[in-house]
């Protein structure tokens, strides 16, 4: 691909219909970024990982949705696979309850945690629509996908992408992204896929995703929000403001209230 520019914003679009589940990208996000990963467990099915956390900032997801009855030759149905990844929010609820502004928006457009600057209280992880943070249970900062921040700043593509054997996690300009994935998108319908259908590509979601997907299926089925749930909440809203704001004033002329009722009634009882 083209020199990766400072001042572009980059992403990734996740293709889930050519994903093997083959975890490449799991392995290469941890040797990149030097993470432990947790005790091995064995959970249900072929998920060992489990969900991202501090530990895992990619997450290859299993969703076995074939039925148990049989089926005939050329309709079967594929498991639902998926790399799941921080999102890189245009609306990034993290960054705004942030106390400290540890989280920034980087001049490659990523939502990035400055470990220096965390102090590890935890809003994020609550904020956070996709449960994608965690804390370290060495440091106790907040982690989570940087988009390989380190090796954007050297001109080289994320490892997950990168290692990726299939190119179902395609890295680039998100507007590229877009066009690519509007084309697969036609492709697969013309093939009659019809379920299939993109996530986070538009403003509808957190006003837009910087990394992206194409779904098999409902987004609740990989554990996403569908559009009518994906907004921010109505604090962070002006509308919420206003009802704050509204909401204090009345709490305090309350307070006032009593507190002269309550002296009103001392002097009754003095006099």
Known sequence: MPHITPGQAYGFFTDT??????K????ACKEWNQLEGNEPSFLDGFDNTGRLDAENWRHVQFHDDVPDESLTEGNGTAWLLMSDVCKHCK??????????????????????????????????????????????????????CTLCYDRLQNDMTPACAKACPTESIKFGPVEELRQTAAKRLE????????QAALYGHDEKVYGGLNAFFLLMDRPEKYGLPDERNAVLPSRNNAGGYLTAAVTAVLGVLGGLIALRRRKEKVETQDG
């Open 91 to 144: 609306q990034a609820s993290c960054m705004e309850v942030c106390p400290t502004n540890a989280i920034i928006r980087t001049e490659f457009d990523s939502v990035f945690i400055q470990p220096d600057v965390c102090n590890g209280c935890r809003d994020c992880i609550a904020a956070c629509p996709y449960d994608v943070i965690g804390a370290s249970h060495t440091t106790g900062i907040a982690q989570k």
């Open 187 to 194: 492709t697969l319908h013309a093939q009659g896929v019809t």
């Open 24 to 27: 490449a990208c799991e392995v």
């Open 17 to 22: 219909s050519v994903c093997i589940g083959c």
